[in-house]
């Protein structure tokens, strides 16, 4: 049997169309699940959109529509927007579907009967931009003259008769489960922000709200719906069939990692186990926090009308150099600036030079020594042995990278590679290879023919289209692209027939 993986994005909400955060999130998932593909993983990459909830249903009333209808138009962007990006999911989860709903209320069932949901009174302040509710130890003294604690802008004061969730019963066991899996929340970082707040204690949560109706009703008290939370977090459940397809769910549940940003930590880390604990159900095995992007160093914002859109730079810089740049800029787990003259350094240096032109003169040079056939290696150069070892160190570093997600560093390791091979046409020097007529230009021509086979492998989770295009050119078949059988030096067929095609990456002014 395959072993299986399962990683997820935040589902989005449908207040405003896909910007460069959620495609980072998304990008950086389609990678991971990509390469766990090509791993020989049975992988389900899971993302979607967050549709109920106060704020959705504000939105679409300032734009005199119904919820659903402007959750609908919403939702063909993103679509949209993800196959510009290349993103392959293997399912698009909506709150709105039947399914998910029918799976929130049977979880909610299941921790009601479970003696964990009591009756109660809210009195006290939401944030309607996070719908989250805001504790008492969160605000200052002085009230919450700042906003809300987690994004500043203005709470509102709710004074509701909701349905609670004791939360506060599983302090201990969270900092237990914490203890024991220390890789549950990362980067550290964010795992000890997560220990030190449960230590401090945790309260018990409303999960309902009674003064509107966008969402799912309680399966026991219609006149109420589910906290648009609770909702949410339960796709990752349903997304994989939960409760009714028990063969899929058995199978992928519980996800490998859950990809999010930093400002959704709490939601997920401590919330979401906790109402699976209460449901007799495995809490994922992972959650990854990554950091945020500014703007010239500036905070991105609809205020300050400076939101990026994908489409805005794809258009610019293809897709692939997007999600090279996105992936390579900064380490996962930081935050980081997008600044549009970084992205043209990476496109043009990395991508246009030293990715690009290896390709080019690689091809170039076989097309002209050899008649646009791999030569056979005749044994003569003794490169042979030195690119053996780099590509077995290669594949042991670039793994372990991938499987900490830190992708920036797997692809530093392959640009090394990159890098070396240009050097090693400087110092081999082809051209005068040719005329000494001495066989080790077959040699040089042979081994460089495979190190771009084997660039194009590892590019083939971040750079899908770029990957392809590499082995098109190379003329080589699929059997060669997979992980690990694939990253063995000397596997490309003397003899197999190059197509040099135009250049990769075009320069960008
Ligand atoms: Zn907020």
Redesign the pocket.
């Known amino acids: 049997m395959r072993p299986k993986y399962y990683i997820t994005t935040p589902i989005y909400y449908v207040n405003a169309q896909p910007h460069i955060g959620t495609a980072y999130t998304t990008i950086a998932a389609d990678v991971m699940a990509r390469y766990k593909r090509l791993c020989g993983y049975e992988t389900f990459y899971l993302t979607g959109t967050d549709e109920h909830g106060q704020k959705i249903l504000r939105a679409a009333n300032a734009e005199g529509m119904n919820p659903k209808e402007y959750a609908d138009r919403i939702v063909s962007q993103y679509y949209k927007t993800w196959a510009d990006l290349n993103i392959k999911y293997d399912y698009f989860i909506r709150t709105t579907d039947p399914k998910h709903q029918k799976a929130v209320q049977t979880l909610f069932s299941k921790i009601a009967n479970n003696g964990d949901i009591y009756k109660g009174k809210y009195s006290g302040w939401y944030?309607?931009?996070?719908?989250?509710y805001?504790s008492v130890k969160e605000s200052s003294p002085e009230g919450l003259r700042g906003?809300?604690?987690?994004?500043?802008?203005p709470?509102e004061f709710l004074e509701e008769e909701n349905y609670f969730f004791r939360l506060s019963k599983y302090r201990d066991k969270m900092l237990d489960y914490l203890k024991k899996n220390g890789d549950f929340v990362e980067p550290v970082s964010r795992y000890n922000e997560v220990f030190s707040k449960i230590e401090m204690g945790l309260d018990d949560i409303s999960i309902s709200r009674a003064s509107f109706d966008w969402g799912i009703p309680l399966p026991s008290d219609q006149k109420q719906i589910i906290w648009v939370w609770f909702d949410a977090l339960t796709n990752y459940l349903s997304g994989v069939g939960y409760p009714e397809d028990e063969g899929i769910f058995k199978k992928f549940w519980p996800a490998d990692v859950h990809l999010i940003a930093k400002d959704i930590l709490w939601f997920h880390a401590v919330i979401w186990p906790c109402m699976l604990f209460s449901a007799g159900l495995e809490p994922p095995l992972k959650i990854f926090a990554h950091g945020w992007w500014t703007m010239n160093a500036d905070k991105i914002s609809k205020s300050k009308g400076n939101v990026i859109y994908p489409a805005d730079v794809i258009d610019r810089f293809g897709v692939d150099s997007i999600r090279y740049f996105l992936l390579r800029e900064i380490p996962f787990g930081q935050d980081g600036d997008f600044s549009l003259p970084a992205l043209l350094r990476r496109h043009n240096n990395e991508l246009a030079n030293e990715l690009g032109n290896l390709i080019m003169r690689c091809l170039t040079m076989i097309e002209k020594y050899n008649g646009s056939k791999v030569p056979k290696s005749e044994g003569i150069d003794s490169s042979k042995e030195l690119w053996n070892e780099l590509f077995t160190s290669l594949e042991q570093k670039f793994s372990a990278y991938m499987e900490c997600l830190q992708f920036s560093l797997a692809l530093e390791k392959v640009w090394e590679a990159i890098k070396m091979a240009n050097k090693y046409i400087d110092d081999t020097k082809p051209w005068v290879l040719a005329k000494e007529k001495t066989g080790r230009l077959s040699d040089v021509l042979y081994n460089l023919a495979e190190i771009i086979r084997l660039v194009s492998v590892y590019l083939m989770p971040f750079m899908p289209n770029t990957a392809e295009i590499i082995r098109q050119q190379l003329g080589i078949d699929d059997e060669m692209i997979s992980i690990p059988s694939g990253l063995s030096f000397g596997q490309i067929r003397p003899g197999t027939k190059v197509n040099k095609g135009s250049a990769l990456f075009p320069k960008v002014e």
């Open positions: 944030c309607t931009p996070c719908e989250r805001v906003g809300c604690p987690v994004c500043q802008r709470t």
